[in-house]
């Protein structure tokens, strides 16, 4: 069984900073593309950046310049630093990755994560 594992999310004021990680665990035999997404309350999920197994990165506008995101290949883990932290960044954050599991070789599946929140006070 696969499972994505997001952590690292919390309060924090407009400005501020904080690290999001995300770790993948079960029988892997090969993780792809891994994401980040969103949902602001009352808003519909959006894709923050995304990050290739082979370590090329793509940002939304609304985050570009402001986070990182980077990932461990050997570890099966992804990172997403969150700098100059705005109110609308508040909401929570799912771990998305494409992954073949050793029992399903050829048939990758994407899987999530259950989110993590962030609230950015003003």
């Known amino acids: 069984q696969v499972q994505l594992v997001e952590s690292g999310g919390g309060l924090v004021q407009a400005g501020g900073s904080l690290r999001l990680s995300c770790a993948a665990s079960?029988?892997?035999?090969?993780?792809?593309?891994m994401r980040w997404y969103r949902q602001a309350p009352g808003k519909q999920r959006e894709l923050v950046a995304v990050?290739?197994?082979?370590?090329?990165?793509t940002y939304a506008d609304f985050v570009k310049g402001r986070f990182t995101i980077s990932r461990d290949i050997a570890e099966n883990t992804m990172s997403l630093q969150m700098n100059s932290l705005k109110p609308d960044d508040t909401g929570v954050y799912y771990c998305?990755?494409?992954?073949?599991?050793?029992?399903?070789?050829?048939?990758?599946?994407?899987?999530w994560g259950k989110g993590t929140l962030v609230t950015v006070s003003s």
């Open positions: 079960g029988s892997i035999f090969s993780i792809n593309a």
């Open positions: 998305n990755a494409h992954i073949t599991a050793w029992v399903n070789i050829g048939h990758g599946m994407d899987y």
């Open positions: 990050i290739t197994s082979g370590g090329s990165t």
